[in-house]
């Protein structure tokens, strides 16, 4: 059977695209294309990746060379779909069944998406920084106090990402948003450590993924992408300073003015 | 203090933390158990790893404490291993740090901001080089074993 070698560009590209999408590391998507090429027998492909831009290239026994680029837009990690690509990539180099039917298999995961329910991830918002708060030092009141700048913070995030504002920004108005409702909580009496209260709540914007993921790029050998997302996580951080310390600052103004 | 206190609060707080944010990733199933006992794990080895001396070693005998883990785990699994590393190593992100420098800037005192940041940094830094430590050894390792039956 003559291979439609443009057909398994696309669905290359497309897994690549998906891949990259829900979060997975530059070498995981680069070496899932090679060797989904390699499954269906075509040895001539080069794929290239960074952060925001896949690109897949080859060339069919006539010689006439094919490619196909892929942007990808700005995005978070989600491991349920990271998992689901990565069985079905491996499925897919396993069996190199026909592409419509590969193709309807991608879709069945995007349309299978799940997430947690909006209260869900509240409360996991203000678990994880209630016990982060007690977790540096604070009591049983800062994990209360805690918890509910937490859930300011997923407020704020999930408000900017549907205006899309950008991820320095998104940090930024998070940590400022966060560190005000702490020092007020703190003066009604309600927290006792505003110090504490501020840092658990700020595990919720730490770039602790954007700094994993960097150095596992860079132990891959891919400079580029690991540099880039090394600046992020700088970028992220000097955002949350920035955010609190503004905070900071409108709190001592208004406590010098009352 | 008594075990209680310095062991088990702690480490009580990191698996619920991670327990919260392994939600926010969107990890569904058993998955969520595994990731929030490998943030326990790693906290637990930092809080082991005392005797080392320094904070800075502690944070790196936790990270490669927790990469293995997730190395292993995601063997297991047949998973990537991202998804369990990502969350486990929560409780070592050097949080305070960032704050307690900002806090110092703030108040104009150079000299112990500066102090914090690059202690900062260097946490941060055990936490990377622990981490790059263990998959640089399980991808030799891996391809040791790859080519190994070959010659045979």
């Not at chain 1, 892929?70 to 897919?92: Q, S, V």
């Not at chain 1, 016990?131 to 049983?140: D, I, N």
Request: net charge neutral.
């Amino acid at each position: 059977m003559e291979l439609d070698y443009d057909a398994l560009l696309s669905l290359s590209a497309e897994l690549g695209f998906r891949l990259m999408e829900s979060g997975a590391e530059i070498y995981r998507v680069e070496e899932s294309i090679r060797r989904l090429l390699q499954a269906y027998g075509v040895d001539t492909g080069e794929v290239f990746a960074i952060p925001n831009l896949v690109i897949v290239s080859l060339t069919d026994p006539t010689g006439h060379p094919v490619t196909r680029v892929r942007r990808i837009p700005p995005h978070g990690t989600d491991i349920y779909l990271l998992e689901k690509y990565n069985a079905l990539c491996r499925d897919l180099c396993r069996e190199a069944p026909p592409f419509a039917d590969a193709q309807s298999r991608l879709a069945d995961i995007r349309a299978g998406w799940q997430t947690y329910a909006c209260p869900a991830r509240y409360l996991a918002y203000f678990a994880a920084t209630a016990a982060f708060a007690v977790f540096f030092g604070g009591t049983a009141r800062d994990a209360l106090c805690g918890g509910l700048c937490g859930v300011s913070i997923g407020l704020c995030l999930d408000f900017m990402t549907r205006w899309d504002a950008n991820q320095f920004f998104k940090t930024v108005a998070g940590g400022m948003v966060s560190a005000l409702l702490a020092l007020f909580l703190t003066f009604l009496g309600l927290g006792e450590h505003a110090d504490r209260i501020i840092i658990g709540a700020l595990m919720a914007l730490v770039p602790g993924i954007a700094f994993t993921n960097a150095m596992r790029d860079i132990m891959a050998g891919d400079l580029v992408s690991g540099i880039t997302k090394l600046g992020e996580a700088l970028l992220i951080g000097a955002a949350i300073a920035i955010g609190t310390s503004l905070a900071m600052g409108l709190a001592r103004l208004l406590g010098g003015a009352l | 203090m008594d075990v209680l206190c310095d062991f088990v609060l702690p480490c009580a707080c990191a698996f619920v933390g991670c327990l919260g944010f392994s939600v926010l990733f969107n990890i569904r199933g058993g998955g969520i158990w595994i990731c929030a006992f490998g943030g326990m794990l790693g906290w637990l080895c930092y809080l082991l790893a005392v005797p080392l001396g320094s904070d800075i070693a502690q944070s790196f005998a936790a990270a490669v404490a927790v990469s293995l883990y997730a190395e292993i785990m995601a063997r297991i699994r047949r998973c990537p291993v991202t998804a369990y590393l990502l969350v486990a190593l929560f409780p070592l992100v050097p949080g305070g740090g960032i704050y307690y420098s900002m806090e110092h800037a703030m108040n104009g005192e150079t000299a112990q901001f500066l102090h914090t940041l690059l202690h900062t940094l260097g946490l941060a830094g055990a936490l990377a080089v622990g981490v790059l430590t263990v998959a640089s050894l399980v991808r030799l390792w891996m391809s040791v074993r790859k080519k190994l039956p070959r010659r045979r």
